[in-house]
């Protein structure tokens, strides 16, 4: 396993471990919901105050090579493909669409991994 991987594996293993509470100023009605979010491994998504809403411009759909669809995010001046496990498959009561991001240094290089992704309304 590459060490890129096991990096991955661990950041994964360690958020979908830790049981969280979240809250959202001016929508506490959304804070249980928030609080379960999952991606499609199961990993928690985390607090809703650690997601970045994205706007509609910054996120887009694209026919992979093999065909199927990938999400991708414009994050840091980059197009980044969210990860087909990373997307949240629930309905999105907050409306927007949201990522909850994971940063880290890789041989002196920023390097970014998209843990959840939630489509929003203009999917």
């Given at each position: 396993?590459?060490?890129?991987?096991?990096?991955?594996?661990?950041?994964?293993?360690?958020?979908?471990?830790?049981?969280?509470?979240?809250?959202?100023?001016?929508r506490?009605?959304?804070?249980?919901?928030?609080?379960?979010?999952?991606?499609?491994?199961?990993d928690?998504?985390?607090?809703?105050?650690e997601?970045?809403t994205?706007?509609?411009?910054?996120?887009?759909?694209?026919?992979?090579?093999?065909?199927t669809?990938?999400?991708?995010?414009h994050?840091?001046?980059?197009?980044?493909?969210?990860?087909?496990?990373?997307?949240?498959?629930?309905?999105?009561?907050?409306?927007?669409?949201?990522?909850?991001?994971i940063?880290?240094?890789?041989q002196?290089?920023?390097v970014?991994?998209?843990?959840?992704?939630?489509?929003?309304?203009?999917?």
């Amino acid at each position: 396993m590459t060490f890129i991987k096991q990096l991955l594996l661990l950041a994964a293993t360690v958020l979908g471990t830790v049981p969280v509470s979240a809250h959202m100023e001016g929508r506490k009605e959304l804070n249980n919901w928030f609080a379960g979010l999952r991606n499609m491994r199961g990993d928690y998504c985390c607090l809703g105050d650690e997601a970045t809403t994205i706007l509609n411009a910054d996120w887009d759909t694209k026919r992979a090579a093999d065909g199927t669809v990938e999400y991708r995010v414009h994050l840091d001046g980059d197009w980044v493909v969210v990860p087909y496990y990373s997307v949240v498959p629930a309905p999105n009561l907050y409306g927007r669409t949201a990522v909850w991001t994971i940063y880290y240094e890789m041989q002196g290089r920023r390097v970014v991994h998209i843990a959840c992704f939630l489509p929003g309304a203009g999917m």
